[in-house]
């Protein structure tokens, strides 16, 4: 991607894999309209970055991934104004539909729309400090980035609705028992897992990455008829492709594969 400079985010590409860090360790990177531009302004920037695929997000600092919405910035607007500001290109839905695969780098505390980020991204890695929840409730307002939406999908409707209506704030270790995260590392390996993480899926077709993103989130849209429909259409498109006669080839040749994306 060109060179810019971000007011609240820095981007580092290398070996294929680019990192989004949310910069306001100050505010315990909380999100505000400026961060929300930016996040989806990078990943416009890093959509047709061939060099580029695997994304990470991450905050800056060691206590917090994201705190959630900055609460100063939307205290004072009116429902109307607030309705305005959900509207158009959302962080979330941005995330949620990238082609690339993303990954939360999950640092810290991950609240309200911290952990709606984080449900939002295709994968979550978490340091064993890392929080998480959906306390909403407590400010007499709902999780309005995904929330009611993703997290029973991600952790079912019992455990979604303990955290949403209690306001409970759970650990790392609870996180992944209950399917919320894949991965929980101590805090001094959490970026070098991560890096492994996203240093394998770079490693795989980016087309055939992209295909099966789409249908496996097909599966959480459709009905299974459909879903399974849509899989034979991505997988004839995968079939066709140049990536799965290299596939094959390096197989059958016993060599690794050298994808492009075609």
């Known amino acids: 991607m060109a060179e810019r400079t971000f007011e609240s985010l820095f981007i580092d590409i290398a070996d294929r894999i680019a990192t989004i860090t949310i910069n306001r360790p100050d505010k315990r990177n909380a999100l505000n309209a400026t961060v929300r531009r930016e996040v989806v302004e990078a990943l416009d920037a890093l959509r047709d970055d061939a060099a580029v695929r695997v994304v990470v997000l991450t905050g800056a600092g060691d206590k917090a991934f994201i705190a959630g919405a ?22 979330f ?15 810290g505390i991950a609240l309200g729309g911290g952990c709606e980020v984080a449900l939002a991204c295709d994968l979550r890695i978490a340091a064993r400090s890392a929080k998480f929840g959906q306390p909403e409730i407590r400010l007499g307002i709902i999780p309005g980035g995904g929330g009611t939406q993703r997290l029973p999908r991600a952790v079912g409707f019992g455990r979604a609705m303990r955290m949403i209506l209690t306001a409970e704030v759970i650990d790392a270790v609870e996180a992944e028992r209950i399917g919320l995260i894949e991965w929980i590392v101590e805090d001094a390996e959490l970026r070098e897992r991560t890096r492994q993480v996203a240093t394998t899926i770079a490693s795989w077709s980016p087309l055939a990455v992209e295909l099966a993103k789409t249908a496996v989130r097909a599966a959480l849209e459709a009905p299974l008829s459909a879903g399974l429909a849509t899989e034979r259409e991505l997988f004839v498109a995968a079939f066709a492709s140049d990536d799965r006669r290299e596939g094959v080839r390096a197989f059958l040749e016993k060599r690794p594969a050298e994808f492009t994306g075609r």
């Open 70 to 91: 900055d609460i100063g910035e939307f205290a004072e607007r009116t429902p109307v104004e607030q309705r305005a500001a959900m509207t158009g290109r959302r962080l």
């Open 93 to 107: 839905e941005e995330i949620a539909e990238y082609p690339k695969p993303t990954i939360a780098m999950i640092n």
